[in-house]
Every structure is written in structure tokens, then in C-alpha cells.
């Protein structure tokens, strides 16, 4: 799927926002972190990179090394969180997340990452974005994405039937989440435009937020 040419109007209720390559352009530090942990590990680091994107680390490392024991995982994943946590070297906003942010002032949002409480402040901090009131963090879900669980809790937190939710997300797993859930996906990014979101743009600065005075959001996407 190409960058949506014309304008999309699409409507909603509510809108669930993922963070690392969303909001937040992390590449830099997940390719360090992750490449380090793939050597360590025997495995190609391209490979790697393919299914780690939009998931709990724990998650990840089950799709890599399935004959693993979960026990192993979590633990391993409890120390590449230290790991991302402390280093946001090179960690930016996507192209116009702020002015986003800041359009969804007043309106029922939410962030739903991957990422848990300390690694979600200090990437939105590094990038110099607020963080929403409402946020789905890993401690947040039994989970992970690419299931539904984590768009579910943040539309029910927000008081809104899935179905008028629009995600916008980035990677494989995260769509096929929001998609799962019931909900309309708009794409950000490169990554995003082969795992078939609803819409897809190259960043934030191509969506518009208008509020209806019937409680509607309406976003201009392209």
C-alpha cells in the first residue's frame, strides 16, 4: 500500500495511539539493543529486526527462540528494558507528533505501547512529547500485541465501543491488534504501509483533527 493520496476523512470517537515508530522514532536504540541481543544469542540480526518492532520484548524472544522457557524470556526481558530505559540517544518525535498531540487536547485519547511505565516516560520525554492522561503500558495487559487485549482495555478505559476507535500504529503486530479489536487503523510510516492498515501516511503532519460539536472526531488523514 502507497501514502494515501487524497484525503481520508475518518471519523471516531475516541483514538488509541501507539508510541515507538507512532509517535516516538526509537529505530536508532531498538536496532543497537536488539542487534547487540541477537549476537549474543547466534541469530541474524536482520531476522531479528523483522518480528521484534510492535511487540513486548518477551514476546519477541518466544517467536525467536520458542524452545526457550518463558521464565528465561521475562527475565531476559527485564534486563533489555534497564537496557532501553537508559539509553535515548537518538530517540525523536515522528514528524508532527507534537502538533498531533496537541490537536487531541480535550478529546478522549489514549497511549497503548508496548513499552512499560519507565521505558514509555522516558522515550516521550526524550522525544519532548506529553504523555496522554490515559496510557495501556505492558504492565497494563496479560498480552501482547499482535493480540487485542491492549486497544480493548483503552477503549474501555475511555468509555467507547471499539468500533469507534481509530489506532494509529506502525509495525505488523500493532495493526493486526488494532484490527483485531474491531477498529479503523491508520498506518505511520514505511513499516506500516505492507501489513494492510486502512490508510496509511509517511507521518503525522499529513492528519488533521477537527472536533463535531456531536462528540465526533473527525480526522483528515493524507
Given at each position: 500500500m502507497t501514502a494515501t493520496a487524497a484525503p481520508t476523512v475518518l471519523t471516531a470517537r475516541a483514538l488509541l495511539l501507539?508510541?515507538?515508530?507512532?509517535?516516538?522514532?526509537?529505530?536508532?536504540?531498538v536496532e543497537r539493543?536488539?542487534?547487540?541481543?541477537?549476537?549474543?544469542?547466534?541469530?541474524?540480526?536482520?531476522?531479528?529486526?523483522?518480528?521484534?518492532?510492535?511487540?513486548?520484548?518477551?514476546?519477541?524472544m518466544a517467536v525467536l527462540l520458542p524452545d526457550r522457557p518463558v521464565e528465561q524470556n521475562l527475565a531476559d526481558n527485564a534486563r533489555m528494558l534497564a537496557e532501553e530505559t537508559a539509553d535515548v540517544a537518538g530517540v525523536v518525535e515522528i514528524p508532527g507528533a507534537s502538533a498531533f498531540l496537541a490537536s487531541l487536547r480535550g478529546l478522549p485519547h489514549a497511549l497503548v505501547t508496548s513499552a512499560d511505565v519507565a521505558l514509555s516516560t522516558a522515550r516521550m520525554n526524550a522525544a519532548g512529547l506529553p504523555l496522554p492522561e490515559v496510557r495501556i503500558t505492558a504492565e497494563s495487559v496479560g498480552a501482547s500485541k499482535p493480540d487485542p487485549e491492549g486497544f480493548l482495555k483503552g477503549?474501555?478505559?475511555?468509555?467507547?465501543?471499539?468500533g469507534e476507535c481509530v489506532v494509529f500504529e506502525?509495525?505488523?503486530?500493532?495493526?493486526?491488534?488494532?484490527?483485531?479489536?474491531?477498529?479503523?487503523?491508520?498506518?505511520v510510516g514505511a513499516r506500516a504501509g505492507v501489513h494492510g492498515p486502512d490508510v496509511v501516511v509517511p507521518d503525522l503532519t499529513g492528519v488533521r483533527v477537527e472536533a463535531g460539536a456531536d462528540g465526533m472526531i473527525r480526522l483528515y488523514v493524507g
Open positions: 501507539d508510541m515507538d515508530g507512532t509517535l516516538v522514532n526509537s529505530d536508532a536504540v539493543i536488539w542487534r547487540r541481543w541477537a549476537e549474543r544469542h547466534g541469530l541474524d540480526g536482520d531476522e531479528v529486526m523483522k518480528v521484534v518492532h510492535g511487540r513486548q520484548g518477551h514476546a519477541s477503549a474501555a478505559e475511555l468509555g467507547v465501543e471499539p506502525d509495525s505488523g503486530a500493532g495493526i493486526a491488534a488494532g484490527r483485531s479489536a474491531g477498529m479503523t487503523v491508520v498506518g
